[in-house]
Antibody
Framework: QLQLQESGPGLVKPSETLSLTCTVH??????????WGWIRQPPGKGLEWIGN???????YYSPSLKSRVTISVDTSKSQISLKLNSVTAADSAIYYC??????????????WGQGTLVTVSS | SYELTQPPSVSVSPGQTARITCSGD??????AHWYQQKSGQAPVLVIY???KRPSGIPERFSGSSSGTMASLTISGAQVEDEADYYC??????????FGGGTKLTVV
């Protein structure tokens, strides 16, 4: 059974770079129908898509975050990573690692990690 | 930017039918998917591609779509169905968009 596990610092200082890793257990990252990505949720608020990466490294980012975000994949380690630079308190959120199923013109996220809380504070 | 609009809250009594709507211009051409998020937990997919139910999701959950509106229906809502529900789709540019979420109360 597929499991996604996020890891990384829970506290980041303002203006620094948020870095998270997601390790994929129980499934291949190299299937042609899957993308891998990140979604975040500020405490008490809704869900926000950050971006996706295909196993060959092609990336897609939210227009609102594109200038600050980098998502990469390492299939040899079954990992994807997220880097968000120049963070502010508004970037404090639970960050979820997700798998995207791209079979039709409207893909969907079918698997989610448990999420990791990142707080931006000095 | 593209938006999906949901009611902030819906309240039903146990055993009643709960219906949560999601409106968006692109829904006439794109599928809607629905997620359930219970307090302190990660979201779970309950309906995909407008009306398909993933394995393990109870039959009381169903979905439909007409024009620019999609709906999630819970027939015979249970207390354990209390949660936030989010619709999700993509816009014409391939950006992934979530609705603002609907808090379902079953009491």
């Amino acid at each position: 059974q597929l499991q996604l596990q996020e890891s990384g610092p829970g506290l980041v200082k303002p203006s620094e770079t948020l870095s998270l890793t997601c390790t994929v257990h129980g499934g291949s990252m190299s299937s042609s129908i899957y993308y891998w990505g990140w979604i975040r949720q500020p405490p008490g608020k809704g869900l926000e898509w950050i971006g996706n990466v295909y196993y060959i490294g092609t990336t897609y980012y939210s227009p609102s975050l594109k200038s600050r975000v980098t998502i990469s994949v390492d299939t040899s380690k079954s990992q994807i990573s997220l880097k968000l630079n120049s963070v502010t308190a508004a970037d404090s959120a639970i960050y979820y690692c997700v798998r995207l199923v791209a079979l039709t013109g409207t893909p969907y996220f079918d698997s989610w990690g448990q999420g990791t809380l990142v707080t931006v504070s000095s | 930017s593209y938006e999906l609009t949901q009611p902030p809250s819906v309240s039903v009594s146990p055993g009643q039918t709960a219906r949560i709507t999601c409106s968006g211009d692109a829904l006439s051409k794109k599928y809607a998917h629905w997620y359930q998020q219970k307090s302190g937990q990660a979201p779970v997919l309950v309906i995909y591609e407008d009306n398909k139910r993933p394995s393990g999701i109870p039959e009381r959950f169903s979905g439909s779509s007409s024009g620019t509106m999609a709906s999630l229906t819970i027939s015979g809502a249970q207390v354990e169905d209390e949660a936030d529900y989010y619709c999700y789709s993509t816009d014409s540019g391939g950006n992934h968009v979530f609705g603002g979420g609907t808090k379902l109360t079953v009491v």
